[in-house]
Structure formats: C-alpha cells, structure tokens
C-alpha cells in the first residue's frame, strides 16, 4: 500500500498569525491613510505578501514606485517579526499537536506548504519543526495558491504521489490549490466558506485519531 502523505498549511491551521499580520497591515495602512478592518483582512489569508501590497494599494488608490514599493514589503515584514518574536508553544491551535505526534510515531510523511516566509521561524518558536519532514513556503514557490505549486513541490518533495496526500488548509485558495494537484482537501474551519473540500472539520478537536486512520487507510 502507498504511504499516505501529509502537508499542513501554516497560518489558521496549525497556528493563528493571522492577527499578527492584520497589525503589521493595519500598521502599514494607517501610515498610508488607507482604512483596513479585520473584514479587509480576510482578502490577505492564504495570499502572498507581494499580492497584499497590491491590493492594500489598489484599496488606497494609491501608485507606488518600485522603491516605494519594496520598502513597505521590507516594513510590514520586520513589524511582523517582531509581532511573532514573543510566541510560543500557547499559540499552537487546539489538537494540532495530538495529530502530529499520530503521524509522527506511525511514520507518515509530513510537510509544510505555506505561502509564508517566516514558516521555520514561526515553527521553531512553537517548538513542532522537529515534527516536519520537509518545509516548502514563500521562500521556495514563485506562484501563489490556488496555484498548487506549493503542494505538488511538497509531494515530491515527500516522494508520495500527489493522489496520495492529504492537506489541511483553512482559505478558499488553499482548498482550491489542494483540489488542483489532485489531493484530498480537508477544510479547518467554516465548512460554508470551505464547501470545495473533501472534508470539513471545524477545528482539529473535531479530528479524531480514527479519522485520521480511515484518511489514511490504516
């Protein structure tokens, strides 16, 4: 039987940075003049940070130059940084953990493919890198997701086949990026929102182990 392997995004599902990087946006708008709620903020999830800027932007009607331009990105992130400096293991989203070490002890393969940057960072501060066979983030694709780049580099990365994997996403373009390499999705979060997944789970809590054995064929 082919092993089963598994890609996890980052943000909203193992961790919530989400509200880090709404402060570091919020930040950065209001230095612009541009109003930028939690609401806005939804657009930004599973989106590179290239694309937030352009859309931060277009929101403002403002032009950047590319000096301009690449100074924000530069700014938002280290303010970001700085936000993600102080977490630690209280940040890892409730039952991640017990799904991790699962797969772990039963040897399954276990990837990260997130549109971060600052994925090892933030999974060395919550103490679950260790945990992960392979990382492929924004520091590694060129195309964002509902691309789904991230996953199949992921794939082979893991040497699994694509149609055999399983990834946990939270955002509309990860599902989809998900779908698009073939995977089995499954959608952390509101199963409305989330309708294009295979399979919806509020939160891990929801995921018990015998899911995750059926999920897996074991």
């Known amino acids: 039987m082919n092993k089963t392997g598994f890609i996890f995004d980052l943000d909203g599902v193992i961790v919530d940075?989400?509200?880090?990087?709404?402060?570091?946006?919020?930040?950065?708008?209001?230095?612009?003049g541009i109003a930028f709620s939690e609401t806005d903020n939804e657009r930004f999830k599973g989106v590179s940070r290239k694309r937030c800027l352009e859309i931060l932007l277009e929101m403002g009607n403002i032009k950047?130059?590319?000096e301009e331009f690449d100074c924000w990105m530069i700014e938002k992130n280290e303010d970001y940084l700085?936000?993600?400096?102080?977490?630690?293991?209280?940040?890892?989203?409730?039952?991640?953990?017990v799904i991790l070490v699962f797969l772990k002890?039963?040897?399954?393969?276990?990837?990260?493919?997130?549109a971060s940057k600052n994925a090892q960072t933030i999974l060395e501060k919550v103490k679950l890198l260790s945990y992960f066979d392979l990382i492929v983030d924004g520091n590694n694709?060129?195309?964002a997701k509902p691309d789904p780049e991230?996953?199949?580099?992921?794939?082979?990365?893991?040497?699994v086949a694509p149609e055999n994997c399983v990834v946990f996403e939270d955002a509309i373009a990860g599902i989809e990026a998900a779908n698009n390499a073939g995977m089995m999705s499954v959608g952390?979060?509101?199963?409305?929102i989330l309708s294009s997944a295979h399979r919806n789970f509020k939160n891990f809590t929801e995921i018990d182990l015998e899911v995750i054995k059926e999920i897996a064929s074991i």
């Open 141 to 143: 694709v060129s195309k």
């Open 17 to 32: 940075t989400a509200k880090y990087h709404f402060m570091a946006w919020k930040k950065l708008a209001n230095q612009l």
């Open 105 to 114: 002890e039963h040897n399954f393969p276990i990837a990260l493919g997130s």
């Open 150 to 159: 991230v996953f199949l580099m992921a794939a082979k990365g893991l040497d």
């Open 64 to 66: 950047a130059t590319q």
């Open 188 to 192: 952390i979060g509101d199963a409305n």
């Open 82 to 97: 700085n936000y993600i400096g102080t977490m630690n293991e209280n940040e890892i989203l409730p039952g991640v953990t």
